[in-house]
C-alpha cells in the first residue's frame, strides 16, 4: 500500500478535535502552504505578534516558502525567499536560484515535511493526540520540525538522531521534545536510528513517523515545495530563460518529489540527486561516514521515486565544510566583497546556507558544468536550513585549521567551488535507476518488513503510487477542513 490511508477513526478523531479545541489549535491547509495569501485575515493578524519560533499553533500557519524574512510578526510575500548564486562565485555562467529554509519555523523546511506526515494521521483519528507519542527518527533537522509540530498540536514526542549531529540541534531539542534520544554515529549512521524505532515499536504507545518512509513527505514537497520553486522560476526569469534543472541531496529523499512536480511542468528539466563522496550509495552502492550534516546514508529511502532521476551527483564533505568558513566568517565576506564585488546583502544571504544547503549549490555547478549550461538556462535547489545551525562548526574548523584569512579564503573559493570538475557523478541510464531502486529492498523488504510487491509497484505503476500520492492533497485538506469546523476555532475568530 503506497498511498496514504486516510481511513477514518470516528472516535478517537473526535478526541482529537476536543483536544485541539482546548489548545486552540487551527491546522493550515496545503493549499493555504501553497497560497498563504489565502489564509485567513483574521489568523493574518494574530501572526503579527508573533515570534517565527515562537511555540504557538499560529505558527503552523507559517509552514509555508514564503514567510517574510522577520524573526518577528512576519506575513507572507509572492515570491519565496531565495538566493541567487552569481558567476563569479559559482564559476558557470548559468543562474542558479536557491529557497531558504532559514525563515520557517525552526529555521528549518522539515517542518513542512514533518507537517505531512503528522496531519493525516491526526485529522483521521488515527494518532490519537491524548495517548500517543509521536516519534521523529531523523538525521537532525526533521526531528526538530516533528517535535516542534507535536508541541504546537499539544501532542507528546520523542526525536531521534546521531549522537554526533551539530550541538545547536541537541540544545534546542532538550526544551522542546518530550525525550530526545542520541544514537551511535554521524549523518550515515541510519539503520541504527531505524533500530531503535523497532525497540519503540514494542509499545503501543510509540507511533513512527518514519520521514524515509512515510508518503506524507512526498505529498508535501510536491505540494509546497514544488509548488514555490515553480513560482519561484517564473517571477526571476528573463526573457528567453529555461528551467533546465534542479538538485537536491537526498536526506529522506522527500524534496525530490519536488523535482516530480518540476519535471511535469518543464519536461526539459534534468533532476539530479546528491550525496557525500565519502558514502556514495547511489553512485558506487558505496558506504561509510561523512560531515555533510542534513543528508543521511547507507540506503535508499522508501520515497525516492528513482525512475524519475536523471542524474547521481557525490559532494566531497571537505567542500562543504571549507566553504561554510568562507561564507561566515569576517575574512571570508571581505573577500567575497573585496575580490568578487558581491554586494553585501548578497553576502548577508550567504549565511543562509547551511552545509547541506551548500552541498545542493555544489551539485548544481557540477549539473551546469556537465550539461553545459549558458547564460539561459536556471537551475533550482533549495537550503534546507542555514548556518545558525552551525555555528559550533564553524568554531571546531577555526580551532582545527588555526585562524582563517583573506588567502585562505580566496584558497577556499577556488579549490572547492571553482575548481569543481563533472567527476564522481552519473547519468543514469533505465538500468542504473533500476539498480538503485532495488537496493531499497535490502532497507526495507529484508529490514523494515515492507512487501516486495509495493517496492515493485513504484517502479512498475507510477499512475497508482507516486501520482495517486501527490493528488491525495486535495483530499487530506477536505479532511483538515472538516476537523477545523468540528473544532469550531476558525469560524469564531
Known amino acids: 500500500m503506497s498511498k496514504i490511508d486516510l481511513t477514518i477513526h470516528r472516535e478517537i478523531l473526535s478526541k482529537n478535535v476536543q483536544k485541539a479545541r482546548e489548545n486552540n489549535v487551527i491546522i493550515p491547509t496545503i493549499a493555504q502552504m501553497q497560497n498563504p495569501e489565502t489564509i485567513p485575515a483574521p ?32 506575513l507572507f510575500q509572492a515570491v519565496p525567499n531565495y538566493v541567487e548564486i552569481p558567476s563569479s562565485l559559482s564559476g558557470v555562467p548559468c543562474r542558479i536560484i536557491a529557497m531558504a529554509g532559514k525563515w520557517f519555523p525552526t529555521g528549518c523546511h522539515k517542518v513542512g515535511a514533518s507537517f505531512g506526515c503528522l496531519a493525516p494521521r491526526l485529522v483521521t483519528g488515527q494518532f490519537d493526540a491524548s495517548w500517543h507519542k509521536a516519534v521523529w527518527p531523523s538525521t537532525g533537522n526533521y526531528c526538530r520540525g516533528g517535535a516542534f509540530n507535536s508541541k504546537l498540536l499539544a501532542c507528546e514526542s520523542v526525536a ?32 541504527e536510528i531505524f533500530d531503535k524505532t523497532w525497540e519503540l515499536k514494542q509499545d503501543p504507545q510509540y507511533m513512527i513517523f518514519n520521514q524515509f518512509e512515510e508518503m506524507g513527505n512526498p505529498l508535501w514537497h510536491y505540494n509546497v515545495t514544488g509548488y514555490a520553486l515553480a513560482d519561484l522560476f517564473e517571477a526571476v526569469k528573463r526573457p528567453g530563460d529555461r528551467f533546465a534543472g534542479a538538485c537536491f541531496t537526498s536526506g529522506s529523499a522527500g524534496t525530490m518529489s519536488a523535482g516530480d512536480l518540476l519535471k511535469e511542468r518543464y519536461p526539459h528539466l534534468k533532476l539530479a540527486v546528491g550525496e557525500a563522496l565519502q558514502c556514495p550509495t547511489i553512485l558506487d552502492n558505496g558506504f561509510g561516514g561523512h560531515r555533510i550534516e542534513g543528508i543521511g546514508d547507507k540506503h535508499i529511502p522508501w520515497i525516492h521515486n528513482v525512475k524519475n532521476t536523471d542524474m547521481a551527483i557525490a559532494i566531497d564533505d571537505e567542500d562543504s565544510q571549507r566553504l561554510l568558513r568562507l561564507f561566515n566568517t569576517p575574512d571570508g565576506e571581505k573577500y ?42 536556471v537551475v533550482g535547489t533549495v537550503l534546507t536550513d542555514s548556518a ?35 567527476d ?47 493528488a491525495q492533497a486535495a483530499e487530506l485538506d477536505e479532511l483538515i477542513n472538516e476537523f477545523n469546523e468540528a473544532t469550531g476555532l476558525l469560524k469564531n475568530l
Not at 45 to 74: C, H, M, Q, Y
Not at 345 to 362: H, R
Not at 433 to 461: C, P
Open 43 to 74: 489568523i493574518q493578524e494574530k501572526l503579527r505578534g508573533v515570534g517565527l519560533w515562537d511555540v504557538n499553533p499560529l505558527n503552523l500557519f507559517r509552514i509555508t516558502w514564503k514567510n517574510e524574512a522577520k524573526e518577528s510578526g512576519g
Open 160 to 191: 531521534i538522531l546521531p549522537a554526533e549531529m551539530s550541538q545547536e540541534r541537541f540544545s534546542w531539542l532538550k526544551s522542546i521534545a518530550g525525550e530526545v534520544i542520541a544514537t551511535p554515529g554521524c549523518e550515515s549512521n541510519v539503520k
Open 336 to 377: 567575497l566583497k573585496e575580490e568578487l564585488g558581491l554586494e553585501d546583502a548578497l553576502i548577508e544571504k550567504l549565511s543562509w546556507l547551511g552545509i547541506s544547503g551548500i552541498a545542493n549549490v555544489l551539485c548544481c555547478i557540477k549539473l551546469a558544468k556537465y550539461y553545459e549550461l549558458t547564460e539561459h538556462d
Open 388 to 422: 545558525a545551525m552551525y555555528q559550533s562548526r564553524i568554531t571546531e574548523l577555526d580551532e582545527m585549521h588555526g585562524a582563517y584569512s583573506v588567502h585562505e579564503a580566496a584558497l577556499d573559493h577556488h579549490l572547492h567551488m571553482l575548481g569543481l570538475k563533472t
Open 424 to 470: 564522481s557523478l552519473k547519468e543514469l541510464t533505465y538500468t542504473d535507476r533500476k539498480r538503485v531502486h532495488n537496493l531499497k529492498y535490502y532497507t526495507w523488504v529484508e529490514q523494515q518488513a515492507r512487501d516486495v510487491k509495493d517496492l515493485n509497484a513504484l517502479w512498475y505503476d507510477t499512475e497508482s503510487t507516486w501520482d495517486a500520492v501527490h
